[in-house]
């Protein structure tokens, strides 16, 4: 037989034959002589032997019946007929990888390439022959898109080959299983059925597929399965693959996904601490997604919610040990009891420590003691503190150390508001400008003192709330100018000592504290205003004009002293109507005072 798509080649009729056609040839010249006895011309003669090899004489290029008549030398020799034998390599006779199963008297097809070699045999092929029967049924099989049997048997660049029953197909390496195949040894030589995906007769091509019939048998397995579970049940299952976010486990023919979240009320960190390939766990069916076949799998759910009993075990306030689980920017998790975490937020973790990392105060498995701050039960939250289980530092500080207390420190900062000292327990207390001196502005005082400096001061205001300890250097030694004008107010008259001679007026003390007065003040006579009138070491009655304390300064004036006197003198020895002169009152109150 012919393939659909090859042309019909014309006969020829062979001009050299062997002993049998010649034979032939000779029986037919004697039927010439006799037709031509019988007076039939040339030419029908002619036309009934061209008819006859036609007839007799199988087309090249087709499939013909044989019979073994022999086996020899490796090869099979087979009677294809029409008075013709060929040979064939026992090898064409043998499924890839199997013996040959050809005997003497074993009718076959082969394919007649020739009708004639060169020793006078038929050219024929068993191999070619399956070929041509292989793509007539793999056509067959491709339009009803029905299954075919095949077995691997050879690896090319991107898959495998497969023999078809005659005909070679490729596997691409992605289509031989649902998950790629670390070793195809195993699937070599068997026989097994097969998707063909493409093909193309005229180019030699077929591409087929293992994955697709597994998917199919994996699809119907699924279903019958997935059609006898109800969410809510519980059922045994192996665990077959395990994953950063959960676990695979096979329900007898389908694979639900028990995720990591579900395994324990506990936090998981990663699915090998309580599974292991192999292993067979019980599991609940949470959620079965019918349009997917996925199935959600859980393990907690078949144990009691730790959660129900946590306000009754967890009450506001009270203080327990837990264990560090993790550790994030915003706080850390303890867990209180396995399936029960709450969170020390950054802010409830120290009272000193306010802009670190949670994890430079608290290490993951660390065991610490926390209080119960707040529990949502329906948010399944629990917030916790870790200072809390500690006593307040800055009351602890105000206990023992009381306004008036002096303290020493260290320099931890500068600031262009001032110093802050570092006290015990970690709190820091801070010295203000205004408190580092009492002679200096305190700009000028604070570039006196450097990071890391020992520095004693005076506690002056405790800030529990706040938290908040105002400390102050310039006390160490008391207020000399409060101890210095202590009993001394506008309008008191002093006695002060001329120190400098300057051309605005002089500089004067008194009782340690620097004082000036100004040219205008140093006479009520303007013509006795004149600094160089006095000398360094003269003794001067001035009367106090102001006492500032923030500037640390009196103010001093002999005019106003000259002037209150006068006013005293006029008060008591005349009136400005008595007719007595300026100078008659000064004299007799000068008398009066002899």
């Not at 199988?58 to 019979?67: D, L, N």
């Not at 026992?90 to 007649?112: M, Q, S």
């Not at 007769?201 to 998917?215: D, F, K, Q």
């Not at 199935?295 to 560090?324: C, N, Y």
């Amino acid at each position: 037989m012919t393939r659909p798509d090859q042309p019909v080649r014309p006969r020829r009729t062979p001009t050299k034959t062997g002993g049998d056609n010649r034979s032939a040839r000779k029986n037919v010249c004697k039927g010439t002589r006799d037709h031509m006895a019988q007076n039939v011309s040339m030419e029908e003669f002619e036309a009934l032997l061209n008819e006859s090899f036609e007839i007799d004489t199988p087309a090249e290029g087709s499939v013909v019946k044989g019979r073994v008549i022999a086996i020899e030398a490796g090869q099979a020799i087979i009677d294809v007929g029409y008075k013709m034998e060929g040979r064939v390599d026992l090898k064409e006779f043998a499924n890839p990888g199997e013996a040959p199963e050809i005997e003497v008297g074993d009718d076959v097809e082969v394919y007649l390439d020739r009708v004639e070699n060169a020793r006078g045999e038929a050219v024929i092929s068993r191999d070619k022959a399956r070929r041509e029967e292989a793509w007539d049924r793999l056509e067959k099989a491709y339009a009803d898109d029905a299954r075919v049997e095949g077995a691997i048997f050879g690896r090319v660049k991107g898959g495998f080959t497969v023999d078809l029953g005659g005909a070679v197909a490729f596997l691409p390496g992605s289509q031989v299983d649902v998950r790629p195949v670390r070793d195809a040894g195993p699937l070599m030589g068997l026989k097994q059925p097969f998707q063909i995906l493409k093909m193309d007769r005229r180019r030699g091509n077929i591409v087929v597929s293992r994955r697709a019939i597994l998917e199919e048998s994996r699809a119907e397995q699924r279903a019958e399965v997935i059609g006898k579970l109800s969410e809510g049940d519980a059922v045994d299952g192996v665990v077959k693959n395990i994953t950063e976010y959960g676990a695979f486990v096979d329900l007898g023919g389908v694979d639900g996904l028990l995720h990591v979240t579900d395994m324990a009320w506990r936090r998981v960190n990663h699915p090998s601490e309580i599974l292991a390939i192999g292993e067979t766990v019980k599991v609940q069916v949470i959620k079965i997604n019918k349009d997917t076949h996925r199935i959600s799998l859980g393990m907690k759910q078949l144990q009691a919610d730790p959660w129900d009993a946590v306000e009754a075990k967890f009450p506001l306030a009270s203080v327990h040990t837990g264990r560090v689980t993790n550790i994030t920017d915003y706080g850390a998790f303890v867990e209180l009891e396995p399936g029960v975490e709450g969170l020390v937020h950054v802010s409830e973790m120290s009272w000193t420590k306010k802009n670190v990392h949670p994890g430079k105060i608290v290490s993951t498995s660390q065991e610490v003691d926390v209080m119960v701050l707040e529990i949502d039960t329906a948010k399944r939250r629990v917030s916790l503190g870790l200072k809390q289980t500690m006593r307040n530092p800055w009351e602890v500080f105000a206990e023992t150390h009381p306004e008036g207390t002096q303290v020493e420190g260290e320099v931890k900062n500068i600031t262009e508001f001032g110093l802050f000292i570092g006290l015990e327990n970690d709190i820091d207390g801070m010295v203000h400008l205004s408190d580092l001196s009492w002679d200096q502005r305190g700009e000028e005082a604070i570039q006196n003192y450097h990071k890391g400096d020992m520095v004693k001061a005076v506690v002056t205001e405790v800030d529990i709330e706040k938290e908040r300890i105002s400390l102050s250097v310039k006390a160490l030694g008391g207020d000399a100018f409060a101890e210095a004008v202590d009993g001394v107010k506008r309008g008191s008259i002093i006695t002060v000592e001329v120190t400098s001679i300057e051309d605005g007026g002089i500089e004067v003390e008194y009782e340690g504290m620097k004082s000036f007065i100004r040219r205008s003040d140093l006479s009520r006579d303007r013509a006795e205003q004149r600094p160089e009138r006095f000398q360094v070491g003269d003794k001067l009655d001035v009367r106090v004009t102001n006492v500032d304390s923030k500037t640390r300064r009196l103010g001093l004036s002999i005019k106003a002293r000259e002037i209150a006197e006068e006013k005293e003198a006029v008060e008591q020895y005349g009136s400005s109507d008595s007719g007595a002169s300026l100078g008659d009152i000064l004299g007799a109150a000068l008398k009066g005072g002899e």
